[in-house]
Nanobody
Framework: QLQLVESGGGLVQPGGSLRLSCAGS????????IGWFRQAPGREREGVSC????????NYADSVKGRFTISRDNAKNTVYLQMNRLKPEDTAVYYC??????????????????WGQGTQVTVSS
């Protein structure tokens, strides 16, 4: 079964950092663009960042630009989301999914496949 598996979430204080990982289960991530989304209680799922299959193109939501960095290690079949200077409003369940990454385009969840189960990120003092 083709699936993505997220990990790395947790509780962190405002201003802190976390690194999320998205690993491929049953398929080779190198062939896919990967996106990170998040969903807070009572809110719609929103795109955070994406990266092309080669890693040459990336896209970020305005709310995370300059704080989050997406990267990938195709040899490890893993995509990462480094999150720095975290804010309470970053609190959400974070998901990864597969689709081509188009720079500056709005990331629509309906365009993505192979969703993982999500990992909780809580930013609180």
């Amino acid at each position: 079964q083709l699936q993505l598996v997220e990990s790395g979430g947790g509780l962190v204080q405002p201003g802190g950092s976390l690194r999320l990982s998205c690993a491929g289960s049953g398929f080779t991530l190198a062939f896919y663009g990967i996106g990170w989304f998040r969903q807070a209680p009572g809110r719609e799922r929103e795109g955070v960042s994406c990266i092309s299959s080669s890693g040459g193109s990336t896209n970020y939501a305005d709310s995370v630009k300059g704080r989050f960095t997406i990267s990938r290690d195709n040899a490890k079949n893993t995509v990462y989301l480094q999150m720095n200077r975290l804010k309470p409003e970053d609190t959400a369940v974070y998901y990864c999914a597969a689709a081509p990454c188009v720079p500056s385009a709005v990331m629509r969840p309906s365009n993505y496949d192979y969703w993982g189960q999500g990992t909780q990120v809580t930013v609180s003092s």
